[in-house]
């Protein structure tokens, strides 16, 4: 990781609790917040609740969606004594600092933003005020921790991108150099971006109307199994180099797959299975998914049994976020000339 000069580096990352995390998320996200726990810095991991009400939503759903993605960070591996794990809405700091943050970005810097444009759809009038801030409050998340790194996908490259910006014309604005540290994006490589099942030209997803399309992380191993026998492939047999993948999408995903779940290059899955036909490979790719994934599923069910615990791991990381949070937040309001006088 690059040094950003004055601050200590901090990870921080988010995911929507919107529910159906898949084997993209997981490869994707989940697998590298587990990663980064092992090194020299400090991480928190949040489930962003208020990022999931910009969209119109079911508040029991949300709250079952809210345990179970916690759920899922804990199956994964992120674990409370080496990670912060929390939910957003549980540290007011992010909220406070976004209103600051709302009166620092530009509306021309939010009009830019192709995702809103994507989310708000058609009826753009008829979208919500949040949806529109979404960067802002995703600004906030991030600056509230002073967070230096953030692994994201390719997709939020550009609230990224607007983070800096409001970390910048804030410390400048306010006369107050090098308060924030401008983050910096840690992009998903292509090896990790998992692609649909059914078409690997598009990213896998959970809106996917076809639920082949993806591996749940609450797949069962029969599940697990037949989604990638049906997998989109082509009639040749797997190459031995990777130039042999250019132009086969649905090849080239399975392979990206196996070497990501083996944690080995692709090369050294081309040099075992080249030459051999879909029907040789596909099995291999199962057991090795199966072997992977169910054992999460598993977990999972084990922790949403006793969502008390769930609760309790909330609490704790919400108390411990919360900590470095509010004086942040704090000090962001008395640097803006907002008197604050309760101790
Ligand atoms: N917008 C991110 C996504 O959809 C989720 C998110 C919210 C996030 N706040 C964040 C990611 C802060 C990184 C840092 O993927």
């Given at each position: 990781m690059g040094e950003t000069v004055g601050h200590e580096r901090r990870v921080f990352s988010g995911v929507q609790p919107t529910g159906n995390l898949h084997l993209g998320n997981y490869l994707g996200a989940v697998k590298r917040f587990v990663e980064m726990q092992e090194q020299d810095v400090q991480t928190l991991y949040c489930v962003v609740d208020l990022h999931a009400i910009t969209m119109p939503y079911d508040p029991r759903a949300l709250r079952h969606a809210t345990r179970e993605l916690?759920?899922?960070?804990?199956?994964?591996?992120?674990?409370?004594?080496?990670?912060?794990?929390?939910?957003?809405?549980?540290?007011?700091?992010?909220?406070?600092?976004?209103?600051?943050?709302?009166?620092?970005?530009?509306?021309?810097?939010?009009?830019?933003?192709?995702?809103?444009?994507?989310k708000a759809g058609k009826n753009r009038e008829a979208a919500s005020v949040g949806i529109y801030a979404y960067p802002v409050l995703m600004a906030a998340d991030i600056l509230v921790y002073k967070a230096t790194h953030v692994p994201v996908g390719e997709d939020q490259k550009q609230h990224l991108e607007l983070a800096r910006d409001i970390a910048s014309k804030f410390n400048l604005d306010f006369g107050a150099p090098d308060?924030?540290?401008?983050?910096?994006?840690?992009?998903?490589?292509?090896?990790?971006?998992?692609?649909?099942?059914?078409d690997g030209t598009k990213k896998m997803s959970k809106s996917d109307p076809s639920d082949l399309s993806r591996i749940n992380?609450?797949?069962?191993?029969?599940?697990?199994?037949?989604?990638?026998?049906?997998?989109?492939?082509?009639?040749?047999?797997?190459?031995?180099?990777?130039?042999?993948?250019?132009?086969?999408?649905?090849?080239?995903?399975?392979?990206?797959i196996y070497a990501a779940l083996a944690d080995m290059p692709k090369a050294a899955v081309l040099a075992e299975f080249g030459g051999q036909p879909f029907s040789a490979f596909k099995p291999a790719l199962a057991e090795l998914a199966v072997a992977k994934v169910a054992p999460i599923a598993g977990r999972m069910r084990e922790h949403l049994a006793d969502p008390a615990h769930i609760d309790a791991v909330l609490a704790d990381g919400a108390e411990r976020a919360e900590a470095i949070a509010a004086p942040v937040a704090r000090d962001a309001y008395e640097i803006a000339g907002l008197l604050r006088t309760r101790r």
């Open positions: 916690t759920a899922a960070f804990l199956a994964c591996g992120l674990d409370p004594a080496k990670s912060i794990l929390f939910n957003q809405s549980q540290v007011p700091a992010h909220a406070e600092l976004t209103w600051l943050f709302n009166c620092v970005a530009r509306i021309g810097w939010l009009n830019r933003m192709t995702q809103f444009k994507d308060f924030f540290p401008l983050p910096e994006p840690m992009i998903e490589g292509a090896a990790t971006r998992v692609m649909s099942l059914r992380l609450t797949d069962d191993a029969d599940a697990i199994a037949q989604k990638i026998r049906k997998a989109q492939t082509d009639p040749e047999p797997l190459p031995s180099e990777e130039e042999g993948l250019e132009g086969r999408p649905g090849a080239a995903n399975l392979v990206a």
